[in-house]
């Protein structure tokens, strides 16, 4: 048990915020905050500002990611993106089954599965999300509906692939309304997703593999939850549009 064997990965989700402008203001802003982190640091952004982002994060230790991509390499599918188009524009990382995706635009398990299949098929990585809604939580299936979750869109992906994938585990009643989940609560979901990883592939792999924690994770109450030994980073949504909240959940990630 070495929670030392994985590095920690501190991702913002920008959703649906911010112009390119404001994209290029924000990661220079950020830049020199988070210039010394002993982390990983990834900003997620919308389509439309991953160039502006890329070219804003050059030569830094900021790396970009969009928020899904498509299952398809390409074809009629009017509004999408595909794995290989954010490929072919340098993206490397992309998040992929976040739970807005699931309740808003009616993505399911599969779905979820087959994206992540096309970005491994590109050679993007992956931040997989998953997570339990208040009533399954309520009604004591977290663990269950996770577990769900993970195999289905892990099925598939072998061992090898594994080091491609990252999971964020986000309980969606936590998502955007300042609930967060204890750090006992956070780190017990994670540890039952480390758990299904040795199940599926090995001990190693397990020990080796990144889980973050999302949900209403401020620059407040990261450091408690990130010295959880199961959670190894975060995924941060409104935190990670102000500059200096952010620098100090990756601050806290770095000790
Ligand atoms: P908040 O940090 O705004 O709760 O969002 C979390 C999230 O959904 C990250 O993907």
């Known amino acids: 048990m070495d929670k030392s064997l994985r590095k920690p990965v501190i991702a913002g ?78 993206v490397p990382y992309v998040i992929i089954g976040h739970s807005e995706r699931r309740q808003y635009f009616g993505e399911t398990d599969e779905t979820v599965r087959d994206r992540v299949r096309a970005a491994l098929n590109a050679g993007i990585k992956v931040i997989l999300c998953v997570g339990e809604v208040l009533g399954e939580r309520e009604l004591g299936i977290t663990d269950e509906i996770v577990r769900k ?22 309980p969606v009643w936590a998502i955007g309304t300042g609930l967060t989940a204890t750090p006992e609560q956070a780190n017990e979901v994670c540890s039952v997703i480390r758990s299904l990883i040795a199940e599926l592939y090995s001990k190693d792999a397990s020990d080796h593999f990144v889980i973050q924690y999302g949900g209403s994770m401020n620059d407040g109450n990261a450091a408690e ?31």
């Open 13 to 90: 989700n920008w959703k649906m915020n911010n112009t390119p402008e404001q994209t290029k203001a924000l990661i220079e802003q950020m830049k020199p905050l988070v210039a010394g982190a002993d982390c990983e640091v990834i900003l997620c952004t919308p389509y439309i500002d991953l160039y502006a982002a890329m070219e804003a994060a050059e030569g830094s230790n900021i790396k970009i990611g969009a928020e899904n991509c498509h299952w398809a390499e390409k074809g009629a599918f009017t509004g999408e993106v595909s794995a290989q188009m954010l490929k072919a524009a340098g």
């Open 149 to 170: 979750q993970t195999k289905v869109a892990l099925s598939g992906v072998s061992e090898a692939e594994l080091a491609n994938i990252i999971i964020a585990y986000e």
């Open 225 to 255: 939850l990130l010295a959880q030994y199961d959670v190894d980073g975060g995924l941060i949504g409104g935190a990670s549009l102000v500059a200096e909240k952010f620098a100090k959940i990756v601050e806290a990630a770095s000790k």
